[in-house]
C-alpha cells in the first residue's frame, strides 16, 4: 500500500520578513503563525499522513514553504533551484530529508531556476509553470529529469500570481481548478472549474475525495462539499499574508512504498 508521508519545516524566527511579491506587507503575528502551522499538521496526521520535518534553515524567512523546494515524482525528488535567491540555501535540509527517506535525488542546476510552488502534477502530465520563480532552463531540466520516468511535461505561463499553484491547483479527479482572474490560461487545462476566491484555488488532496483547504474560502468550500468532497479547513492567514497557500507548507510522498 502507498504510503503517506510528508514533508514539513516548522517556521523559523525570521518569518515576518518573508518575501512579499505580488499584494502589501502585512504584520506577521509569529505566535499565531506557529499555533496555525501545529493545526495544519495536526490536520494532516488526522487524515492518516505522518510527518517528516525537515531541519530547521532558520537564517531563511520562508523556509516554512517547504513545498518550493523540492518536486517529488514517484520515489524520485528533484531538488529545486529557488528562483528568490534568499531562498537557495533551504534546500540542503531537504535534500538531507528526502534522501533519508530513500528517495532518488536529482538537482536542477544553474542557470535553471524552479520552485516547486510552479509544479502541479495530475496523474502523469506535469503542469511547470513560467514565471516570476521559474525560468526556461529550468522547465528543461525538470523535462530532462521526468519525462524519461514517463511524465509529460507541460509548460504554462504563470504573471498574474506568485507560482502556477498560487493560480491553480486539481481535485482527485483531475480537475484543475482557478480562480479565473489569477490564471492565464484557464483553457490549456481540460477539464478547468473556476472558483469564486482566490484562496479557493487551493487543494492539497489528503486521500479519497477529502481536501485541505484555507478557511478563508468558505464559498469554494461549499462548491466542493457540494460536488460530493469532503473539505478541510485550516486558518493560515499569517502565512498568506506571505503569498503562502495550503500546498505550500508541505511536500506529500506519494511515490514511496513503506
Ligand atoms: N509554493 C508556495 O506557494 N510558496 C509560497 C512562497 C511564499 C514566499 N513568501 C515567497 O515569496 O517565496
Redesign the pocket.
Known amino acids: 500500500m502507498p504510503s503517506k508521508k510528508a514533508l514539513v519545516r516548522r517556521p523559523g524566527p525570521r518569518l515576518a520578513e518573508?518575501?512579499?511579491?505580488h499584494r502589501e506587507r502585512e504584520k506577521v503575528d509569529a505566535e499565531l503563525a506557529a499555533e496555525q502551522w501545529e493545526a495544519y499538521v495536526a490536520a494532516l496526521h488526522g487524515h492518516g499522513w505522518e510527518t517528516f520535518e525537515v531541519e530547521p534553515a532558520d537564517d531563511c524567512p520562508?523556509s516554512v514553504?517547504v513545498?518550493?523546494t523540492v518536486v517529488m515524482y514517484r520515489n524520485v525528488a528533484l531538488i529545486t533551484r529557488p528562483g528568490?535567491e534568499s531562498?537557495r540555501e533551504e534546500t540542503a535540509g531537504v535534500e538531507e530529508a528526502v534522501a533519508a527517506l530513500g528517495c532518488s535525488v536529482n538537482w536542477i542546476w544553474e542557470p535553471g531556476t524552479l520552485?516547486?510552488?510552479d509544479v502541479l502534477k495530475v496523474g502523469d502530465t506535469i503542469y511547470v509553470g513560467r514565471g516570476g520563480r521559474t525560468n526556461a532552463a529550468g522547465v528543461q531540466q525538470l523535462r530532462a529529469v521526468l519525462e524519461p520516468l514517463g511524465a509529460r511535461v507541460v509548460a504554462v505561463p504563470v504573471s498574474r500570481v506568485?507560482?502556477l499553484?498560487?493560480a491553480v491547483t486539481a481535485l482527485p479527479d483531475g480537475t484543475v481548478i482557478g480562480h479565473i482572474p489569477h490564471v492565464d490560461r484557464p483553457a490549456l487545462f481540460p477539464r478547468f472549474l473556476a472558483v469564486p476566491e482566490e484562496p479557493g484555488a487551493h487543494v492539497v488532496l489528503l486521500g479519497g475525495s477529502t481536501l485541505l483547504m484555507s478557511a478563508s474560502a468558505p464559498k469554494t468550500a461549499e462548491l466542493l462539499t457540494d460536488l460530493g468532497f469532503e473539505v478541510v479547513p485550516v486558518d493560515i492567514s499569517e502565512f498568506e499574508k506571505?503569498?503562502?497557500?495550503v500546498?505550500?507548507l508541505s511536500v506529500r510522498l506519494r511515490g514511496l512504498y513503506a
Open positions: 518573508g518575501l512579499v511579491t520562508d514553504f513545498e518550493d528568490a531562498r520552485d516547486g510552488g506568485l507560482h499553484k498560487s506571505l503569498e503562502g497557500c500546498t505550500c
